[in-house]
């Protein structure tokens, strides 16, 4: 397992660089004719590759309606939980849409809009015969989980989990099926996804009720007021439309309370 910037030292590198920033990425986008988004590879049907190895799903289908919006090219850049901020931070990328929830913490390195196009809970992939039914049932239990992810704290203080923590989703899913933790930890959203899959659904459940709710954020660079505006109109939009919705749908999902709550909100 790879080591990761501590939380201070992302920090420290955001303000860093925020101060040093006096162009406007938005500007810069459209000068340069493309737009370079961060986004999951490995979270179907969010963001994954297919059978030719192109990453598709339905964050990517978000970012290539922000690239039509602005009419630039899209170039997309895979990335994970533990350096999503960074890549955003250090400008590998201009936006980040990946699976990441809204946190105040995360507020003070990145620049996350005001409104959430997204929500999920974390929850559980275990085999259908540990029979868990509550979240204490995990105490004294080998937890898989993604570093980076805010829930694994919760699950090992509030619930006595031991974590056994790695970088990627399959990574964790491997462990599971060797049988090096009991279950895997991770968003609902996700779970759900592979549970929808012949390799998981025979043997596998989603067990426990879905807690820690949280909404989904896409950030920008901190200082980026403009970027940023852009894409909080943009969020608005895509639920006014119902695009979420209609995205949720050719992926496969049961449209979401949350995107049916929103879509009535703006609609």
Known sequence: MKNILT????????????????????DDIK?????????????????????SGDIVGLEIDLAKDVAKRLGVELELVPAQSSNRMEFL?????????????????RREVVYIADQ??????????????????????????EVCGIQGAFYNKATQTTFGATMVIFDTNEE???????????????????????????????????????INDNPWGLA???GEDKFHSFMNQTIIDWHKTGLILDLET??????????????GLYK
Request: net charge neutral; hydrophobic share 40%; aromatic share 12%.
């Open 220 to 222: 920008v660079r901190l």
């Open 250 to 263: 050719k992926y496969g999902l049961k449209n979401t309370p949350f995107a049916l709550g929103m879509n």
């Open 7 to 26: 939380f201070s030292t992302i920090l420290a590198a955001a303000f860093s660089f925020s101060a040093n920033v006096n162009a406007d990425d938005l």
């Open 116 to 141: 959430a196009y997204y929500s999920s809970g974390s929850n559980i992939i275990a085999k259908k015969s540990s029979q868990f039914t509550s979240w204490g049932d995990l105490n004294g239990q």
């Open 89 to 105: 931070i250090d400008g590998k990328v201009d936006l980040l849409i990946a699976t990441m929830s809204d946190k105040p913490s």
């Open 172 to 210: 964790s899913l491997n462990a599971l099926e060797q049988g090096k933790c009991s279950a895997f930890v991770y968003d609902d959203s996700y779970i759900a996804g592979i549970l929808k899959e012949a390799q998981w659904s025979a043997d596998y459940e989603m067990p426990l009720p879905t």
């Open 31 to 51: 000068a340069k004719g493309k737009l370079v988004v961060a986004v999951k590879a490995d979270y179907k049907p969010y963001g994954y590759r297919n059978g």
